[in-house]
Antibody, heavy 114, light 112 residues
Framework: QVQLVESGGGVVQPGRSLRLSCAAS????????MHWVRQAPGKGLEWVAV????????YYADSVKGRFTISKDNSKNTLYLEMNSLRAEDTAIYYC???????WGQGTLVTVSS | DVVMTQSPLSLPVTLGQPASISCRSS???????????LNWFQQRPGQSPRRLIY???NRDSGVPDRFSGSGSGTDFTLKISRVEAEDVGVYYC?????????FGQGTKVEIK
């Protein structure tokens, strides 16, 4: 069965960096594009970034463009989100999701606070 | 960006009664391939989102048939024919036609 397991969240100071991972199993990872979606505490869903199945194309939300980088290691079946220059408003649960949003992970909480 | 507007934002319902959520987009969601990429998601308390409906009206595997989606162009609806206790949560529409993909604000369904 399809499984997506995020990790790497935690408490980080403003301006610092963090890398999230999403380990995929149960499907042919190299054939699928992947997304990151976040949810601030008590708020709605916000799409963050997408990568094409082969990493050739990537799009970002304006709120993270230039600070976050999405990548995909098809040899390790793992999706990443490198987050730099973190701000308080980046505090959220970060979910990874398969291309058509048909499968989601359980999420990992990122808290940006001094 | 395409703005997705849901109504109502809060929906108290009686068990066994129907419920309806509206979602309107600021632009047509018809893609050049003729498909309309409008999804509906359910997020139960403390859980990850779950896709219920894709391309307006296609139910995902395991989704009860009391859930149905309809609409076209810029106007879409999610209906629950008879609300059950397990339907409590927040429902989101999301468009996948235009980049960036955008979600509605969410509609909180609760039992009266």
């Amino acid at each position: 069965q399809v499984q997506l397991v995020e990790s790497g969240g935690g408490v980080v100071q403003p301006g610092r960096s963090l890398r999230l991972s999403c380990a995929a199993s149960g499907f042919t990872f190299r054939n699928y594009g992947m997304h990151w979606v976040r949810q601030a505490p008590g708020k709605g869903l916000e799409w963050v970034a997408v990568t094409w199945y082969d990493g050739s194309i990537k799009y970002y939300a304006d709120s993270v463009k230039g600070r976050f980088t999405i990548s995909k290691d098809n040899s390790k079946n793992t999706l990443y989100l490198e987050m730099n220059s973190l701000r308080a408003e980046d505090t959220a649960i970060y979910y990874c999701s398969r291309w058509a949003f048909d499968y989601w992970g359980q999420g990992t909480l990122v808290t940006v606070s001094s | 960006d395409v703005v997705m507007t849901q109504s109502p934002l809060s929906l108290p319902v009686t068990l066994g009664q129907p419920a309806s959520i509206s979602c309107r987009s600021s632009q047509s969601l018809v893609y050049s391939d003729g498909n309309t990429y409008l999804n509906w998601f359910q997020q139960r308390p403390g859980q990850s989102p779950r896709r219920l409906i894709y391309k307006i009206s296609n139910r995902d595997s395991g989704v009860p048939d009391r859930f149905s989606g309809s609409g076209s162009g810029t106007d879409f609806t999610l209906k629950i024919s008879r609300v059950e206790a397990e339907d409590v949560g927040v429902y989101y529409c999301m468009q996948g036609t235009h980049w960036p993909q955008t979600f509605g604000q969410g509609t909180k369904v609760e039992i009266k």
